[in-house]
């Protein structure tokens, strides 16, 4: 099974930014999908953004779609999330999974590490 250690979150105003990193070991395969996630209080966990193992494609959600970026160091196992011109919604404990696809991580995945906290002050 993968391990999945988030890191990079913080307290910041809105309109900065802060990248987030995940760095994963253990058993990785290159067909999976790595992505992050998000859960605010009171909240179910949604998508955030998800890269291929090869860096060839990624997707978002249209909640941050054009101001967060995913990417993907493959010597590292690191997935990186970007996150520019930040908003108070964007405030919840972010987290990053692997899995065959985003579907199966969110409704079969038991392999949620600690997240790391985002909090975005007005």
């Known amino acids: 099974q993968v391990q999945l250690v988030e890191s990079g979150g913080g307290l910041v105003q809105a309109g900065g930014s802060l990248r987030l990193s995940c760095a994963a070991s253990?058993?990785?395969?290159?067909?999976?999908?790595m992505g992050w996630f998000r859960q605010a209080p009171g909240k179910e966990r949604e998508f955030v953004a998800a890269?291929?193992?090869?860096?060839?494609?990624?997707s978002y959600a249209d909640s941050v779609k054009g101001r967060f970026t995913i990417s993907m160091d493959n010597a590292k196992k690191t997935v990186y999330l970007q996150m520019e011109r930040l908003k108070p919604e964007d405030t919840a404990v972010y987290y990053c999974n692997a899995g065959a696809s985003v579907i199966t991580i969110l409704t079969t995945s038991t392999n949620w590490g600690q997240g790391t906290q985002v909090t975005v002050s007005s």
């Open positions: 890269i291929n193992w090869s860096a060839s494609s990624t």
């Open positions: 253990g058993r990785t395969f290159s067909s999976y999908v």
